[in-house]
Nanobody
Framework: QVQLVESGGGLVQAGDSLRLSCVAS????????MGWFRQAPGKEREFVAT????????YYADSVKGRFTISRDNAKNTVYLQMNSLKPEDTAVYYC??????????????WGQGTQVTVSA
């Protein structure tokens, strides 16, 4: 079982920045597509950003485009989410996810426990 551990969440003010990290416990990390999702209380989980296995290709939700940056360091088995110009509507639990190409073809296969991000006005 692959484990993903997020860190870096916290309480910040609007306009501030945070950098989330997700460390994976697998030698196959460099072959996984990685993603960030978030879920606010009373709302469904939503997509935030994704990055391909090498880091060459990224994609963002419109709500965070231009403010958030996803990156990865395969030597450290880590994916990052740099969040700038944070808004109160960014408040949510942020989850890291991994898509193993040797498992399911249509869904992410592993999920972290989440890290809370709270942005005050």
């Amino acid at each position: 079982q692959v484990q993903l551990v997020e860190s870096g969440g916290g309480l910040v003010q609007a306009g501030d920045s945070l950098r989330l990290s997700c460390v994976a416990s697998t030698r196959g990390f460099s072959s996984y597509r990685m993603g960030w999702f978030r879920q606010a209380p009373g709302k469904e989980r939503e997509f935030v950003a994704t990055i391909n296995y090498s880091g060459a290709t990224t994609y963002y939700a419109d709500s965070v485009k231009g403010r958030f940056t996803i990156s990865r360091d395969n030597a450290k088995n880590t994916v990052y989410l740099q969040m700038n110009s944070l808004k109160p509507e960014d408040t949510a639990v942020y989850y890291c996810a991994a898509d193993d190409p040797r498992k399911t073809l249509t869904t992410y296969d592993y999920w972290g426990q989440g890290t809370q991000v709270t942005v005050s006005a």
